[in-house]
Each structure stands twice: as C-alpha cells, then as structure tokens.
C-alpha cells in the first residue's frame, strides 16, 4: 500500500473502531440538515455526504460535535485528513478500510507495535514523507 494513504488509515480507525457512545442512524442528518458549523467543518464532504452510509454519516457528526473543543493542532490535523479522505477514489478507500481489518486482526502486541510506528512516521517533516513515499513507490 502507498504511504500516502497512511493518515487516511488513521481517519479510518476513528471512524471504523467500535465507538464510545452509541451511533444510529438517527443521528446521522443529510447534509441540508447539518448546521451551518458543522458544514463548515464537514465541508470536503459536501458533495457526497448524502450517499455516505448512516453509520459513517454519524461518526462525521461525532467528529464535529468534538471539533471545536479541540486545540488548533488537532483540528489542523483532522481538517487534513477528513480532506485527504474524502478525495480518495472508492477503490483507496476499500485498500484503507481493508488493510484496517487487517490490523485489527493483529495481536494486541503487534497492533500496538504497528501503530507506534504510525506515531513515528506522523512526526516526520513533510519532506522526508514524500522521500520515503516516493522511494516506496519506486521498489518494483
């Protein structure tokens, strides 16, 4: 899998992990019946919110009801990857949403050690993430 579609994983793991409070269709509105901030923070989901399954539409909005308590790095951070992720192709999204299974299926030990890795590819600069993703897609 390309490591450009790394954060994306992470995204999925929000939105894919069994979730803390009870979600239900109930409280997953088309997008006219968002409210005006949670469009704003909605937005890369715009013109495809309505056709996102109930379950994902409510973890949206579970995401942007917490938004706002947020600081400045984590909303910069998930403002980018609700971005990255809404403009994957349906085909990246199924590679993320499997290669997620696949983690979850690890031992705890192995999931913990795999995700570590993640938190240390997350503080590279920028730079050294295009190096080692282009390097990557280099190898035949």
Known sequence: ??????????????????????????????????????????????QNWDT????????????????????????????LRMKEWASLSPQQRAEIKELFKRIQGLPPDRRREVLEKWREYDQFPRELKDALRDAHTRKP
């Not at 539409?57 to 910069?76: C, F, G, H, M, T």
């Open 52 to 79: 996102l399954e109930p379950e994902r539409r409510a973890r949206w909005v579970a995401i942007a009801q917490k938004y706002p308590s947020l600081n400045a790095d984590s909303q910069e951070r998930i403002r």
């Open 1 to 46: 899998m390309d490591l450009r579609f790394a954060g994306a994983l992470i995204l999925a793991a929000a939105l894919f992990a069994p979730p803390a409070m009870a979600q239900t269709a109930g409280n997953a509105p088309l997008w006219a019946q968002l409210t005006p901030a949670q469009q704003e923070i909605l937005k890369p989901f715009e």
